[in-house]
């Protein structure tokens, strides 16, 4: 199956206006000539994908239908092109989250001056974070094993939750 010109059309018209509102917002917040890009890209990223979302979710959705008449389909692209949107989004927004913007907060606020001691208090600070994190995991872990017992159900539901 391929996709269709219109599709491909739209889509990168769509991410274009939002790459372009997210960087008239960051000029609106950030001095955009000053600031650096280590810090620029981490924080378009963190608002280009959540924002990308409300573009893939619908060309999901029209992709998914088992109508064999494109036209009626709207927006769509092929599922394996699909996934890998999902998955893209769905890693470097995990990732952006837990590990490079705090690690980047962390930089920038750390009163060292060279670039070494600043990143290795940045990793001593989200390391002791992460490490908090994983202990009330594990405790919250334990806690469930000691009132359902140790079934898969329960941890699952934990994870989820």
Do not use: C
Not at 24 to 30: A, I, S, T, W
């Amino acid at each position: 199956m391929s996709i269709s010109t219109a599709s491909l059309a739209f889509a990168f018209i769509a991410l274009l206006l939002v790459a372009l509102i997210v960087l008239l917002l960051l000029r609106h917040f950030l001095p955009i000539r000053s600031t650096p890009a280590y810090v620029l890209v981490p924080i378009f990223l963190a608002l280009f994908l959540p924002v990308s979302v409300i573009l893939l979710l619908p060309i999901d959705l029209a992709s998914s239908l088992r109508t064999e008449d494109e036209a009626t389909r709207g927006v769509w692209f092929p599922e394996r092109l699909v996934l890998v949107a999902w998955r893209i989004t769905y890693w470097l927004t995990f990732a952006l989250t837990w590990f490079i913007l705090p690690l980047l907060g962390e930089y920038i606020d750390s009163g060292y001056r060279t670039p070494k001691d600043r990143f290795i208090y940045s990793l001593r600070s989200n390391g002791r974070y992460q490490l908090i994190v994983f202990a009330l995991a594990v405790a919250g872990l334990v806690y469930v094993f000691l009132q359902n017992g140790f079934e898969g159900t329960s941890v699952k539901a934990l994870v989820m939750a």
